[in-house]
C-alpha cells in the first residue's frame, strides 16, 4: 500500500491477515490522496479519495 498526494509518495505500509490497513497523521481535510494496492501475482491498482475526517474505501478487489 502506498500512499500518494499530488504524485509524490508520503506513505507506505501493509495490510494486516484480514486485508485490512490505514494510514495514520493525516490531516483532517488535507484533500486528494491516491493509494496504490500491489500484491504479489496481481496486477497493481490506485484509487483516489478525498480525506474528510476520516475515509472508508470499502472493498478493493485485485
Known amino acids: 500500500m502506498t500512499l500518494s498526494k499530488e504524485g509524490s ?7 494486516d ?9 493525516l ?7 491516491s493509494v496504490e494496492i ?9 484509487v483516489s479519495a478525498e480525506l474528510g475526517e476520516s475515509i472508508y474505501l470499502g472493498e478493493i478487489r485485485l
Open 9 to 15: 509518495k508520503i506513505a507506505e505500509t501493509v495490510t
Open 17 to 25: 491477515i484480514y486485508g485490512d490497513f490505514k494510514f495514520d497523521k
Open 27 to 33: 490531516e483532517d481535510g488535507s484533500g486528494s490522496y
Open 38 to 46: 500491489a500484491a504479489s501475482g496481481h496486477d497493481s491498482k490506485t
